[in-house]
């Protein structure tokens, strides 16, 4: 492997907090500033996590996240291991949606998502029985046993999913079916990573607390914030994606 | 124009019970079968889940009635019962053109997109009651993705080793519409505010605009009433008149 002063800084050890993510982080940023090249190999699962300092099982499911956006891909068997993919032949296809869309399309998607959304928990609030808070908490805890980038997306669907059938409305739970398909990939993609999975939990949790207490302005209020907290996230990445593209290019 | 009385509160109950042995009359058919299915379970031989998928033909037959009020029927087995699956069920659902549709969930739960039904109040009461129920009205969106009423019986049998055990729920759907446009002309002409619940205050249909289908009664504590017994019950001008062998009531409230 070649070295020198910037790729050194790729591979320097970690300090603390959030780890996976970091690493995440900063082979993404690795790739994205061409430090790494496309279908370059990564060094092993037990160098690398000799050299970020942090364990294998951390490692693996940074890798995993990486996987999941479409910026490593994994062979197996001989001369198999983790190699980095071309980001700019759109081999991630979360770069591609998001740089497919505006920054006021994504908002725009935002905002209907955040009306079915919002009114599902303001209604769910009001009917929602004991059996349907009871899949909810179901639905939080399956978000917080999430261990890679598709299960988490996975489990917020789901919970999406769950709030509007709470509210006993059909039609707002087919809007929530349908608009999936969209928000998947544009706004709980960029959220599904181990550190934000912390936070996508305590959002959940506060949506069912305030839907079991019966009170549907505090559960319309945490579930808009959500749904604005993951367009946030989801903005940042784009902002980053939309900045590296050549001007005159449509 | 003759004049006619207001029908009473036991003419409202015995329509809902008349539409849901109706109901439950096309589940019992099934169970029939099923029960004819899991028999070399119970005298101790390996069934797989081949061996139950027989109940199509009749599952099929009973959605395929015209102008059938059900929208989905099936067996649903219960955990280790089969030997090749875990998890199993043969329902199938009408599609828009009215087409029986096999329902595929993912029913291997080492999928992360699991569908637990072993959790779902169709399946656990029945099994834990050991009697027919009906679930709902909710919001089916995994199959019929309307608002349903789910009707279920257990199954339970004898094995030679395991003792006796359930072995699964036989069951259909209904749309709540269907039983809304039934029993309306009934409450329509009902003097007062009249309406069908659940054993959680759920209104299934009611005769005001305030009762609409779905919400959670506020008038009046139908839980708590509920619990009370088999018997009218009144508290606060309310009186919840339950439906024998039905999880359903009707609430009478003052004007």
New interface residues.
């Given amino acids: 492997m070649r070295s020198d002063g910037g790729r050194a800084a790729v591979f320097a050890p970690l300090e603390s907090g959030r780890r996976a993510d970091a690493v995440v982080r900063r082979l993404a940023d690795g790739i994205a500033l061409g430090l790494l090249v496309p279908d370059e190999q990564l060094p092993s699962e037990t160098e690398l996590a000799d050299t970020f300092g942090v364990s294998p099982v951390t490692v693996r499911e940074a890798l995993t996240a990486l996987r999941e956006q479409g910026l490593v891909a994994t062979r197996r068997g001989r001369g198999g291991g983790s190699f980095v993919r071309d980001a700019r032949a759109g081999a991630s296809a979360l770069h591609e949606r998001l740089r497919a869309v505006s920054p006021s399309e994504l908002r725009d998607l935002a905002d209907h998502y955040v009306a079915v959304t919002g009114t599902a928990a303001l209604l769910a609030a009001d009917r929602a029985g004991a059996q349907d808070v009871a899949l909810l908490t179901a639905g939080v805890g399956e978000l917080e046993r999430a261990t890679d980038a598709g299960g988490r997306r996975r489990a917020e669907s789901r919970f999406h999913v769950e709030l509007a059938a709470a509210a006993q409305s059909p039609r707002l739970t087919r809007a929530e079916i349908a608009l999936q398909t969209e928000v998947g990939p544009l706004l709980w993609l960029p959220t599904a990573t181990p550190a934000a999975q912390a936070e996508q939990v305590r959002q959940h949790a506060a949506i069912v607390e305030a839907v079991a207490a019966g009170d549907g302005q505090r559960a319309r209020a945490h579930a808009v914030a959500h749904v604005y907290a993951a367009l946030a996230r989801a903005s940042v990445l784009q902002l980053g994606l939309l900045g590296q593209l050549d001007p005159d290019e449509d | 124009m003759p004049t006619t009385s207001a029908p009473t509160v036991a003419e409202l109950a015995d329509r809902v019970v008349a539409l849901c042995e109706t109901t439950f009359a096309a589940v019992d058919g099934l169970r029939g079968v099923a029960d004819q299915l899991l028999l070399p379970f119970t005298q101790g031989a390996s069934l797989a889940a081949a061996d139950v998928a027989p109940i199509d033909g009749p599952v099929r037959q009973v959605l395929d009635v015209p102008r059938s009020p059900l929208v989905g029927a099936g067996l649903v087995v219960a955990p280790d019962v089969l030997v090749d699956a875990r998890h199993w069920m043969q329902w199938w659902t009408r599609d828009d053109d009215g087409q029986p549709q096999q329902l595929q969930p993912e029913l291997d739960a080492e999928e992360?997109?699991f569908w637990d039904y072993t959790?779902l109040?169709w399946f656990t009461v029945p099994r834990e009651t050991g009697h027919r129920h009906v679930t709902g009205?909710?919001?089916d969106?995994l199959c019929t993705?309307?608002?349903t009423l789910t009707f279920t019986v257990p199954v339970f049998g004898t094995h030679p080793e395991r003792g006796r055990c359930h072995l699964g729920v036989v069951g259909a759907d209904i749309v709540a519409s269907w039983l809304e446009r039934r029993l309306l002309p009934l409450l329509h002409r009902m003097d007062g505010p009249v309406a069908l619940v659940n054993a959680?205050g759920?209104v299934v249909v009611a005769n005001r605009p305030a009762l609409v289908t779905?919400?959670?009664l506020r008038q009046a504590d139908v839980p708590a009433l509920w619990r009370r017994g088999p018997d009218d019950a009144t508290s606060g001008g309310a009186t919840l008149h339950r439906l024998s062998d039905l999880p359903l009531g009707v609430l009478v409230l003052a004007q």
Avoid: D
């Fill in positions: 992360e997109s959790v109040p009205p909710y919001v969106w993705q309307e608002y959680e759920r779905g919400a959670v």
